[in-house]
């Protein structure tokens, strides 16, 4: 998406279904760390954004928008190149808020991060 964190980060939406969304990330110079190595705020840029596009695939654009509340991430192996692909799974769809679980894997299929991110569901005023 033009001008957004997602066009500077180089995330990609790979697939939106049922709620479940896919999307990869670069592992580059605008992903890293100072030491070469993907910088766990991008990580969690990536989870969030993943767990946003899966939340709002599940409500009425016209109606309702959805938000982050809160976010959590256990970084587990490092990762120096490549591409990341993050897997956003709804774990809990309520009227006011859903909860994602991200796994976060690098081009091996390896777990490189687990994220769990609570999306707010807000009606929107006319």
Not at 92 to 115: A, F, P, R, T
């Amino acid at each position: 998406m033009k001008n957004t964190l997602m066009e500077s980060l180089g995330i990609k939406i790979v697939n939106v279904k049922n709620g479940e969304c896919i999307a990869t990330m670069p592992v580059d110079e605008r992903t890293k760390q100072p030491f070469g190595y993907l910088h766990g705020g991008a990580s969690v840029a990536l989870a969030e954004t993943a767990a946003s596009v899966g939340a709002a695939s599940l409500v009425d654009s016209k109606r309702q928008a959805v938000f982050g509340q809160e976010i959590n991430a256990n970084h587990i192996r490092s990762v120096k190149e490549g591409i990341v692909t993050a897997t956003a799974t709804v774990i809990h769809q309520g009227k006011s808020s859903m909860v994602y679980e991200i796994k976060i894997v690098n081009d091996n299929k390896e777990l490189i991060c687990i994220s769990r991110c609570t999306m707010a569901v807000i009606c929107l005023e006319k």
